[in-house]
Structures are given as structure tokens and as C-alpha cells.
């Protein structure tokens, strides 16, 4: 008797289309996994639909519109499994920036006719829409980190993902700390591994694409680049304020931070 394969959907909101990329780059991998299960949908890579429902879903992106609100919760009624990858699934994206402003005058300055645009407020993760099984971040996220949650997924085991500091994988890849060799400001202590510390092994601070690690202290280190470093107060907004401005850990102290209007 022939086993039916798991339905694998892929689905994109607000984002760069950069993770759905990333799965197609698995390559050799790629094909390996599309003998394990049946990719239903999957737009980025063909036009052909399966309906659903779904045992496994990634979601890309961020929800922006009233449609997207619409449509994750009926992508959720049809996932067995949803998993969310990327920093705009996971935080807000880079487009979250727009939380910290008002939206409104933004479409104002771009539009030349502002009420066609149909947008909301803010750009938020889908796990403040619907309940999420598992996030997978980075920006992009990494292709082997990926492997492995579909993996564990398909075979109802939990995910083997790193949630230690970019700082571990500086040490071992032998790179020397940036900030206390160079005095350079560097966000590896509260960001999760995932990259291989890139940035830090051509002598250029982390900017924390992979999102907070489990239980970061950002207090701590911004207290010592502005003690330490010398770091301004609006710089330091800045550092927290890019691809995961709207990661929890993120947000709060970057609002510590940022100037009043007064200042």
C-alpha cells in the first residue's frame, strides 16, 4: 500500500521573498525533501495548487493589511503545522518601523493618492495573529536551520535549533571579540546564532539579523556601550531598530532609549 506524503505549503505575506529563497537554495537538499513529502503550494518555485488542508505550513512575512489579517487565520484552520521564518514573520520586519510612527504620514508623503492604500496601522508577526508551532528567524533565515525544522516537523520531533548568542560562534570560528579588541558596538550577545557570525569575522559589528537569543539582557549591554563605547543615546535606538525592531526584547529597550520630543 502506498503512504501518502505530508502536504508542505509555503505561503508569503509583507517580506523580501529572501527565506522562500533560502529553501529553494537547499538545492541537492531540495530534492530530497520533495521525494519526502508533496510541496502543494508553494508559489515562489510553481504555478500548480493542491487545496488543502496542510500538514506543514512556512509562513513568510509580515501582516500589513486587512487581508493578510483575513487570510492567516484561514491559512491557520488549514495547517496541521505552521512555522513561521524570517525576521518580518517573526518580528515585524524591517517594515516595522512604521509602528513607531504614524502610517498615516507616510502614505500621505509617498501617495499621490493616499485613499486607494489599503493598510493597517502597524506590521506584526503572524504569532500575534494566530497561534504559531514554531519560529524560525533570521534575515534571511539559515537553509540548514530550515532542513532541520521541516525534519523534526515530518517526523513529530522537536526542532534541534541553537538559541545561544552569536558570541559562541565567534569563539568557535577562532574571531577575536570586535568590541573589546576594536571598541566596536556589536549586538552578538543578544543575538541568536544562525549566521556563523559573518559580520564580527570581517571586523564589523553584529546587526542582529537572527533576531534576540533565549533571554538576552539588552539593559546590560546597552549600559556598556554607552559607558564603554560612548555610544549616543539615538544610536542606540538605531542599533535596535532594523530587521527585528519589533521583537519584544528589541522594542522595549530601543523605546528606553529612544529621544522624547522635547529632546
Known sequence: MKTK????A????ASCDGCQLSLLDCEDELLALAGEVEIAYFLEASRAVVQGPYDVSLVEGSITTPHDAELIQKIRRQSRYLITIGACATAGGIQAL????????????????????????????????????????GCPINKHQLLEVLTAFLHKRRPNVPTYSVCVECKRRGTVCVMVAHGTPCLGPLTQAGCGAICPAYNRGCYACFGPKETPNPASLMGWWKAKLSVPERDVTRA????????????????????????
Open 10 to 13: 509555503v505561503w508569503k505575506f
Open 98 to 137: 512604521r509602528n513607531f510612527q504614524n502610517v498615516q504620514e507616510f502614505l500621505q508623503i509617498v501617495y499621490a493618492r493616499p485613499e486607494y492604500i489599503e493598510t493597517l496601522e502597524t506590521s506584526t508577526p503572524i504569532a500575534e495573529h494566530v497561534p504559531v508551532d514554531f519560529e524560525l528567524r
Open 240 to 263: 535596535l531598530r532594523t530587521f527585528n525592531a519589533y521583537a519584544p526584547e528589541f522594542r522595549e529597550e530601543g523605546e528606553r532609549h529612544a529621544p522624547t520630543e522635547a529632546g
Open 5 to 8: 506524503k505530508p502536504k508542505l
